[in-house]
Nanobody, 115 residues
Framework: QVQLVESGGGLVQPGGSLRLSCAASGSIFSLYTMGWYRQAPGKQRELVATITTVGRTNYADPVKGRFTISRDNAKNTMYLQMNSLKPEDTAVYYC?????????WGQGTLVTVSV
């Protein structure tokens, strides 16, 4: 059974940085595209970034140039480096295994950007 566990969230001031991690159990991590999503209070969940099995990346416009997605297949872990954080980046961040026969989501990690 595949499980995803996010970590690294917290409270940060505007302009600060955080690095999120998504650790996957099981042996299929390297076979699938992975994604980061976020859900702000009162809003729908939205895509932040994706990374393919060979490292091709895609970013949502609001985070381009500030966030970097990466993965380490040997460690079954995906990362999201978030720089120049803004209050509007405040959300619960989720990782997802893309394209599996059923949705695989982590439990989420809260990122709060505030003074």
């Amino acid at each position: 059974q595949v499980q995803l566990v996010e970590s690294g969230g917290g409270l940060v001031q505007p302009g600060g940085s955080l690095r999120l991690s998504c650790a996957a159990s099981g042996s299929i991590f390297s076979l699938y595209t992975m994604g980061w999503y976020r859900q702000a209070p009162g809003k729908q969940r939205e895509l932040v970034a994706t990374i393919t099995t060979v490292g091709r990346t895609n970013y949502a416009d609001p985070v381009k140039g500030r966030f970097t997605i990466s993965r380490d297949n040997a460690k079954n872990t995906m990362y999201l480096q978030m720089n120049s954080l803004k209050p509007e980046d405040t959300a619960v961040y989720y990782c997802k295994l893309e394209g599996y026969f059923r949705p695989i989501w982590g439990q989420g990690t809260l990122v709060t950007v505030s003074v």
